[in-house]
């Protein structure tokens, strides 16, 4: 019973991550296609980016945690205010980062990754301000999948983030690739539709309330 229910907590999320690593792969794979300093460009946005992201992973864990606690308590009414007071913490430093990163691209870039030719600080540049515009998204999303995950209702979580890699992200990188033949930065946009997909579902999977009813 234990192993089962290890499982049907823990392979969802396991997979979803599968997938979203793969996903990355494949997105790396078409930015190559546009050449060697676009993909260098790639690299260093989104070494900053993970960098940037660490707040939101931090109130992701925060969530996934407390909403357990709350729930095993049997206080879904606390475990709704933990998820509140998370998002809330979450979007207010997630935007802030924003704002850094969009402003101060240039600047991050220069000083993190001295010797990069004119061309990639432009396009890695480009890249951290889609995804300076992408943070809050990214705050919501981290925050209520976490919550989700913390309630045992982690499917939900794993097919939504799925659906935003590889249909919006994907999808979208390779429409403007194959068949707009569009520069790269435009590449780097599809992060917002991504978010954006994410953060609307994960939210409205979290408003009905399901995930309180969940047996573990």
Known sequence: ????????????????????????????????????????????????????????????????????????????????????????????????????????????ITALFPGSSEATITQAGFYLQAVAMAQPLMAIAFVQAGSLRGAGYSLSPMIVQSIGMYFFRIGLALVLWKALAAPVHWLWLTQIPDFLFRAFFLTLSVRRGKWKLVKV
């Open 1 to 108: 019973n234990v192993i089962k229910r290890l499982i049907k907590i823990g392979g969802p999320t396991a997979v979803e991550w599968e997938l979203i690593q793969l996903g990355l792969i494949v997105f790396i794979s078409i930015v190559n296609h546009y050449g060697t300093e676009p993909g260098a460009a790639y690299i260093i946005g989104l070494t900053i980016l993970n960098f940037s992201q660490l707040p939101a992973i931090g109130y992701n864990a925060a969530a996934t945690t407390l909403v357990g606690m709350c729930l095993g308590a049997s206080r879904p009414d606390l475990a709704e205010d933990a998820v509140r007071i998370n998002m809330r913490a979450a979007l207010i430093l997630m935007s802030a980062i924003g704002v850094v990163l969009f402003f101060l691209a240039r600047v991050l």
